[in-house]
Nanobody, 124 residues
Framework: VQLQASGGGLVQPGGSLRLSCVAS????????IGWFRQAPGKEREGVAG???????SYADSVKGRFTISRDDSENTLYLQMNSLKPEDTAVYYC???????????????????WGKGTQVTVSS
């Protein structure tokens, strides 16, 4: 049972990246799932979430630049990141169920799955 995040890397300001998070050993279909990030010396913060019904939520800092989506047939969560800024630099983690559900005011199933994270660095 795991979440595997990928797609991070080094990109110039204004560039784009697409993060993916694949679940194995369980199905994402019924869970609220989301992306969180943690920059050096800072606390983890929520970036975006999506419920099982498709309702989305974004941090103010990424609204209009990031798009979260899910493909339940592929058991995968995505985060399309455009117009990247240096302040977006962080390790990005995907989460399923409890943490995202509670952040979005949705019911949870008492599970809390986390991926290991993927590094995103925005720098010229």
């Amino acid at each position: 049972v795991q979440l595997q995040a990928s797609g991070g890397g080094l990109v110039q300001p204004g560039g784009s990246l697409r993060l993916s998070c694949v679940a194995s050993g369980f199905t994402l279909e019924y869970y609220a799932i989301g992306w969180f990030r943690q920059a050096p010396g800072k606390e983890r913060e929520g970036v975006a979430g999506i419920t099982s019904g498709g309702r989305t939520s974004y941090a103010d800092s990424v609204k209009g630049r990031f798009t979260i989506s899910r493909d339940d047939s592929e058991n995968t969560l995505y985060l399309q990141m455009n117009s990247l800024k240096p302040e977006d630099t962080a390790v990005y983690y995907c989460n399923a169920d409890l943490t995202t559900a509670r952040a979005m005011g949705e019911r949870d199933y008492g599970r809390d799955f986390w991926g290991k994270g993927t590094q995103v660095t925005v720098s010229s």
